[in-house]
């Protein structure tokens, strides 16, 4: 079964500034998906980035961007320019590929909860 | 833009009884999806749902577990003989389920407490 890794619990960031937080994974398949979901308090977890396994170059949303390393199953998340809204719960997820009974569930990581300092 | 949404927020109720999760998936999605997170722990599947069956479950999902669409908009999780166990926070998702690619959109959850 796969495993999701989120070593960091907690991390903080100065206004402005750039973090990254980390997630390894735990697979033998070679393809699948890789998602960051984030949740503000008490509301929705909402996609912030994917990548799929079979894409080498990284993908990037605005101020986020993904440093994905399949040879090591690492998957980490940079926010560039930090702002008060980004402070949330960051949760990495897996996916495996469809199966013939359908999509398939997501794998998550425990969390890392972002704190953004004024 | 269209959004999951699940009641109640906050759900009590004493060891034993049965309970029912409730959630409004987005209205053209095909895939339905249940997780909880008990407190401090991942995030865990337990069932989903397409064409109006069980496509796929964990081993959380036992006997005790059901999910059903009764009337084609609502999507529910029952929860026949609830344990102290199952206090959580329950997490409804949905998918368009064209591609694996495709995000899930998730509901704000339901918080179970089982006194």
């Known amino acids: 079964a796969q495993t999701v890794t989120q070593s960091q619990p907690e991390m903080s960031v100065q206004e402005a500034e750039t973090v990254t937080l980390s997630c390894t994974y735990d697979t033998s398949e070679s393809d699948y998906y890789l998602f960051w979901y984030k949740q503000p308090p008490s509301r929705q977890m909402i996609l912030v980035i994917r990548q799929e396994a079979y894409k080498q170059q990284n993908a990037t949303e605005n101020r986020f961007s993904v440093n994905f390393q399949k040879a090591a199953k690492s998957f980490s998340l940079k926010i560039s320019d930090s702002q008060l809204g980004d402070a949330a719960m960051y949760f990495c997820?897996?996916?495996?590929?469809?199966?013939?009974?359908?999509?398939?569930?997501?794998?998550f990581g425990k969390g890392t909860r972002l704190s953004v300092i004024a | 833009e269209p959004e999951v949404t699940q009641t109640p927020s906050h759900q009590v109720t004493q060891m034993g009884q049965e309970v029912i999760l409730r959630c409004v998936p987005i209205s053209n999605h095909l895939y339905f999806y249940w997780y909880r997170q008990i407190l401090g722990q991942k995030v865990e599947f337990l069932v989903s749902f397409y064409n109006n069956e069980i496509s796929e479950k964990s081993e959380i999902f036992d006997d005790q577990f059901s999910v059903e669409r009764p009337d084609g908009s609502n999507f529910t999780l029952k929860i026949r003989s609830t344990k102290l166990e199952d206090s959580a926070m329950y997490f409804c998702?949905?998918?368009?389920?064209?591609?694996?690619?495709?995000?899930?959109?998730f509901g704000d959850g339901t918080r179970l407490s089982i006194l």
């Open positions: 998702a949905s998918e368009l389920g064209t591609s694996a690619r495709q995000p899930q959109h």
């Open positions: 997820a897996y996916r495996s590929p469809p199966i013939y009974s359908g999509n398939t569930p997501l794998v």
